[in-house]
């Protein structure tokens, strides 16, 4: 009864921690993501990113 205790609490901390890899992972993509397409120099990238914040509601400017 102990054995399965302590393999539930390693099963729950490894999902845990993977759920965490997961998000910080997802959170730096996205960031790339509007840091290299929103700052971009290319007219057509840099306006489709700000067409895509104002149909989302988000303020840019």
Do not use: E
Not at 32 to 37: A, D, F, G, N, Y
Request: aromatic residues 8%; charged residues 10%; proline residues 2%.
């Amino acid at each position: 009864m102990t054995t399965q205790h302590a393999g539930s609490r390693s099963r729950s901390s490894v999902l845990v921690s993977s759920r965490f890899l997961s998000a910080a992972v997802a959170l730096f993509i996205g960031l790339l993501m509007i840091s290299t397409v929103g700052f971009s120099q290319t007219v057509n990238t840099h306006n489709g990113a700000h067409d895509y914040r104002h149909n989302m509601g988000f303020p840019c400017h």
